[in-house]
């Protein structure tokens, strides 16, 4: 594993490409009142919810169609200028970075539902719909979309990313989730891949090689998802712990035992702190896990039997049930808030998050000994996770006028990621590689296998226009 | 779609490649009595479980460890000469057909499981090693491997093809079991893809590209699988309809409802009539279903509930159950017999397969048209379907004395493919493109998709050695 600089984590290589005017007229020209120069539309559409920086993209392009979206990568591709598509902007890693200079390509606008197959569970829409708009827009159909990353993201940044989070533990991920894109390629060039059936043989699986490519690809311009029927109960509880690690084996237990949990995060006493006075709750400040059960009034009853036997085995308190719909809205959107409410308990502060995934088995070693590291930093940290996939997060929260608490918080990610490597895991669970992590990538998949994963790019992006930059050097 | 006729579809394009005889003499010097020559063995190994044809390869080299394939690779590499992976033999679209000329590299020596990691639920196992050798290695850990195409298939072909069946409605496929590859590329490379965290947004999904990848980007040497614990429960049974509609109409209720059903095969009267007389047994001759359920013993006894309370809705009878795990056992055999119980009633024929998978709302029209169609060809046919997943199999039993039962059987075959993609389906679910669904590919995923295909092939595999001449024309 290579060793940790502050130079290497902190600062991506930033290699700019020539924008000519003559694209910039082109795309005035194309676009009109769509394409926007202004400085301040082009700073936020250079930078994500991560914590890295660069020079802003030198246009943007508000995409209404595909086909706008087809004609601004053309004129990209003429120009040989790096393209960057942008969703809700919420991404962690720096993948929406310019870091070679070039053109963004909002796709915020592209938010319909296109068509709901409730027969069929699925539903297809564009990119720029977010999670939210989406399950508010098929709530009379008695269906909804599980993959909920916390941040209200885009459906299409999620499919770039390969996004998770707190319900994949029984529902997948966007890796299992999408059934069906359609593309715009390097050349401008619409295709579709997969179709709405829900398995297929027909060749090479362009779908999910889609799905994670950060937008490195191809630029999504239509998505087709699996929804799944509402679950006739639900029921949510916390339960406070006396530590994290009695926290951790019953999440273990629960998993191996196969519960159908549908949701099982850690919140460390942290971040229970910091949530408290977020959003005015009174959570005793323990580590605890929040639950959720799906499914029908007795595999509910059933699941949650069995939970408590095993909470109460490692010591876990009674558990307090949110029973209404409002209460469990209160609770998650406490814990979805998590990440705010940390960053507002050090005012100025900047956080940087880690992501790794391990196999179950592994989770109580590579956690606890990763909490002790942390604790000893001294910089002021939470840990939230959801646990029941192996996959947690650190937030470091960084004073900007401290330079050597990011360099120390990089070190400890570094150890982090190097010991969950060892016991089988992965450097990103969900937030992807970005150019944060292309050191990490490279120790994880090995430079085999991050080569297999360029050659893939130079054949479908010869000229490097889409996101050049991240996941890996080129 | 391209007009059906006889040479498309039954004569795959043999252009074969020389394969020099210093190739044959360097893999006699490197791999002794692992390397045969033998006209039988290499005429085993120059076919599938279809019914295409061509010349066998020009030798075999029996691998027994991953340092064997890679140097097996490298030699062919090196002469430029195609070389064709080889696990169980059963698939079923030429996947195995030296259509090119070349060597056969046979895994089924490497047949060991490499590490159980039954905390985690998963396994590693070699890839030659068949699903029924690998339950029977885990059946003291309380957890199994649930896909099951029917045929003992090796793991690593089921990979290749992207391979599901019985349990898939449930269980998902290889696509959502495979969570990691050791793989060597066509330069005879060694590589890992994917780890085994249960889930990862690190680069590109490798481990899906190659799932599904039919041999054509790299020979998979290790796989690691998700396993499930053992349900606490289990329960099949079978239920007769009046009419295949009504069979169908229950499956498609069943899966709106979310049911978690663990299996749901349609068996229409034609099977049945050939598994009785095949497996003597005294099934009632009428369209049925054949179901399993798993869980809780509340779970199973609910979900039983719900489906009778269906099936009644549409005249099924009353449920027979196989309570024990001999009864399950022998209903089981006799659905995966079911091919060879048909191949069987019409002494000397030659089956082909159609292998369609539609959304679950239009599995009725799709289907029921086809029958229609079946019935009036008079070609000796049997229909069985993994319906609750939308996919369904009928079977041509052609006497090869007849020539035009062939071509209208591929008419049939066409006919189907283009109502099924016209429907939002796929050519196929789950027997993969081979040689014979070349032009059905074309036809779903369009000239745009297979080209992105081909660039990824090119790049991965420039001399175009590895099973040449599958998915798509290069």
Redesign the interface.
């Given at each position: 594993m290579n060793a940790p600089t502050a130079a290497a984590h902190l600062l991506p290589q930033i290699q700019l490409r020539d924008v000519p005017q003559a694209l910039i007229d082109a795309l005035q020209a194309r676009f009109g009142a769509q394409c926007s120069l202004a400085q301040a539309v082009r700073e936020q559409h250079g930078r994500d919810e991560g914590s890295l920086q660069a020079p802003p993209p030198s246009a943007v392009a508000f995409a209404e169609s595909t086909q706008d979206v087809a004609d601004a990568v053309k004129l990209a591709s003429q120009y040989e200028v790096p393209v960057i598509p942008y969703g809700a902007g919420s991404s962690l890693e720096g993948h929406l970075l310019a870091v070679q200079g070039g053109i963004s390509i909002d796709v915020s606008r592209m938010n319909r539902v296109l068509s709901i197959?409730a027969?069929?569970?699925?539903v297809t829409v564009q990119p720029g719909i977010t999670r939210k708009q989406l399950n508010e827009a098929i709530k009379d159909t008695g269906l909804f979309f599980p993959i909920d990353p916390g941040a209200d993201a885009s459906i299409g940044g999620m499919c770039a990313?390969?996004?998770?989070g707190t319900n994949?533990v029984r529902y997948?991920?966007m890796?299992?989730n999408v059934l069906a894109l359609e593309v715009v390629?390097a050349s401008g060039?619409?295709?579709?891949?997969g179709?709405?059936?829900?398995?297929?043989?027909?060749?090479?699986?362009?779908t999910?090689?889609m799905?994670?490519?950060e937008g490195t690809?191809g630029v999504i311009t239509e998505v087709t998802v699996r929804l799944?029927?509402l679950p006739e109960a639900v029921s949510a509880a916390i339960c406070s712990f006396p530590s994290i690690e009695a926290a951790v084996r019953t999440t273990?237990q629960i998993?191996?035992?196969?519960v159908p949990i549908a949701r099982v995060e850690l919140i460390d006493r942290h971040s229970v702190r910091m949530v408290n006075a977020h959003s005015k709750l009174t959570l005793r400040e323990e580590p605890m896990l929040l639950m959720e059960f799906h499914g029908?009034p007795?595999?509910v009853k059933?699941q949650a039997e069995t939970v408590q036997d095993i909470a109460s085995e490692f010591g876990g308190n009674a558990f307090e049930w949110a029973s209404t719909p409002e209460e469990r809205t209160r609770l998650w959107t406490a814990r979805h808030n998590a990440y705010f409410a940390a960053v507002q308990s050090r005012p100025g502060c900047k956080a940087i998050s880690t992501?790794t995934?391990?196999?179950?088995?592994?989770l109580a070693d590579c956690l606890l000994e990763s909490v002790d590291e942390a604790e000893a930093s001294g910089i002021p940290y939470f840990l939230v996770g959801h646990v029941g996939?192996?996959?947690f997060h650190f937030g470091y929260l960084l004073d900007p006028n401290i330079p050597e608490e990011r360099v120390t918080a990089e070190a400890l990610n570094h150890k982090l990621v190097a010991r969950?490597?060892s016991m089988?895991?992965?450097?990103?669970?969900?937030?992807?590689?970005g150019v944060h992590?292309m050191g990490?990538?490279l120790d994880?998949?090995?430079a085999?296998?991050?080569d297999?994963?360029r050659?893939?790019k130079?054949?479908?992006d010869p000229k490097n226009i889409l996101n050049p930059g991240k996941?890996?050097a080129l």
């Open positions: 197959n027969d069929d569970l699925t990313t390969r996004a998770s994949a997948g991920t890796r299992e390629t060039d619409i295709i579709r891949t179709t709405r059936a829900k398995k297929s043989s027909a060749g090479y699986d362009l999910r090689l799905v994670g490519s690809l799944y029927p273990i998993i191996q035992l196969g029908s007795a595999s059933e992501d995934c391990v196999p179950i088995s592994r996939d192996g996959n969950a490597l089988g895991g992965t450097c990103t669970g969900e937030h992807g590689v992590k990490f990538l994880e998949a090995g085999g296998a991050v297999m994963m050659a893939i130079r054949a479908l996941i890996f």
